[in-house]
């Protein structure tokens, strides 16, 4: 008797165990699945959100040198009005650089630095006229990933 209570003891206790084992396996198998969602769609909200700070900025970095390129003293093309007033500009706002470019593709920077900017597709567009943001570039005065507004 006591072997085959021992056997049905046995028997039970491993059946419990195998269906222990198999529901945990389970619950982690769905636990992970559910913890891969909720992960992949709180970083992809994150991104969106990214994405529409680094669109907004763009967007207010184009409005502020738009309103820098229509000032006067800007549109004199001569250098040294030019320098001023885009060094006032340059201590209140917060850019890596300010340049003009001449029809030529020259860039002058405010540090009395040329650099042929001409083959690059945002000061193309913007001697057509056309204001825009270029996409993330290795700065040549520079050598840093930059993003550069460019107006007319």
Not at 68 to 79: G, L, V, Y
Not at 96 to 104: R, S
Not at 144 to 149: G, L, N, P
């Amino acid at each position: 008797m006591k072997s085959i209570g021992r056997k049905l003891l046995l028997l039970f206790g491993s059946l419990l165990l195998l269906v222990s084992v198999t529901l945990g396996a389970i619950a982690h198998i769905n636990t992970s699945q559910m913890l891969t969602e909720e992960v992949e769609y709180s970083l992809l909200n994150k991104a969106q959100d990214s994405a529409l700070l680094a669109e907004e900025r763009l967007s207010t970095s184009l409005s502020e040198i738009n309103a820098i390129a229509s000032r006067n003293a800007i549109s004199t093309m001569d250098w040294e009005i030019q320098k001023t007033a885009l060094e006032q500009d340059f201590e209140r706002l917060d850019y890596l650089a300010f340049a003009v470019v001449t029809p030529d593709g020259i860039a002058r920077y405010l540090d009395e630095s040329t650099i042929y900017l001409g083959d690059r597709n945002y000061v193309q567009q913007a001697l057509e006229g056309k204001s825009n943001v270029s996409d993330v570039i290795i700065s040549r005065a520079t050598n840093e990933s930059v993003a550069t507004s460019a107006k007319e």
